[in-house]
């Protein structure tokens, strides 16, 4: 084996190899293009000090193709296990793209229970909750036909935003921690998140799932106010203060990503309205 010192005549050559090979990779570009479905689609490429491994993605709602890699490996080799998995991302993007807007007639769920949308273009106030003729539980919406969207992601986000509020209260007086902030958004790439300053930030998507899924969520980030990782004492932490981690956690991995299918796309912003 070659060692090179400082001084030695192969140093200067070495050292110029590895900045050269530096500089290729940060010139690499940062997305690349590949023909799924028989259309191009930009992969965002993600390099990681972490990964171990490739890791694919399709952001539900909007579509976005997310590579993930180890920080060495290459664009030809990102090139072809995206490829490689070129159906699996196929059907990703079917589901990506069949949404379920917010507008008169369509049924989404609020807390696992299925509504369905009425606008009420005459009537007073923003939005409510009524018994349908058979039964259905509906959400009533008043105003302009233009402004369901904005006024039903508005009175969802309340609604997230006051049972996250509660149940975040409940597990952090039992874990004798407090939370600085309560946040609730439009995430992508998280149900929730903890920051290190202890800002606790949700999707207001949780608001469609079971109350056990969103109380569970709650339970995890205030877990992270302890634990700021996912070893063995953060999961004791976890099913301390939530017994339905389980039965949450298989929720989720078979329902979650249909929750972003619902209204608009995540990270737009609907139109908005002067009340």
Not at 37 to 45: F, I, N, P, S, Y
Not at 61 to 84: D, H, N, Q, S, W
Request: with cysteine.
């Amino acid at each position: 084996m070659l060692t090179a010192y400082p001084g030695d005549i192969t140093s200067m050559p070495v050292l110029g190899l590895f900045r050269r090979a530096e500089r290729i990779r940060r010139a690499e570009p940062e997305r690349f293009v590949l023909r799924f479905g028989g259309e191009d689609h930009a992969v965002t490429v993600k390099r990681s000090d972490r990964a171990r491994r490739f890791t694919l993605r399709v952001k539900p709602g909007t579509g976005e193709i997310v590579l993930t890699l180890p920080k060495r490996a290459g664009i030809g080799e990102a090139r072809a296990f995206a490829k490689r998995h070129e159906r699996w991302v196929e059907t990703r993007l079917e589901s990506a793209n069949d949404r379920i807007p917010f507008a008169h007639g369509a049924m989404v769920p609020v807390r696992d229970v299925i509504h369905r949308i009425v606008h009420r273009p005459g009537a007073r106030g923003v939005v409510w909750v009524e018994n349908g003729v058979d039964g259905t539980p509906e959400l009533h919406v008043a105003g302009d036909a233009a402004f369901i969207e904005r006024r039903l992601v508005d009175y969802l986000k309340a609604e997230a935003r006051q049972a996250l509020v509660a149940a975040v209260a409940r597990y952090t007086a039992r874990l004798g921690k407090s939370a600085s902030r309560v946040t609730v958004r439009d995430q992508t790439t998280r149900w929730g998140s903890c920051s290190a300053t202890g800002v606790l930030s949700f999707s207001w998507r949780l608001v469609l799932a079971p109350p056990f899924v969103l109380d569970y969520l709650a339970a995890h980030e205030v877990a992270h106010l302890k634990e700021m990782n996912h070893s063995a004492r953060f999961w004791r932490t976890l099913r301390d203060l939530s017994p339905d981690t389980d039965r949450a956690k298989a929720w989720m991995q078979a329902n979650g990503a249909r929750l972003h299918a619902y209204g608009p796309a995540a990270g737009h912003r609907p139109a908005a309205d002067a009340l």
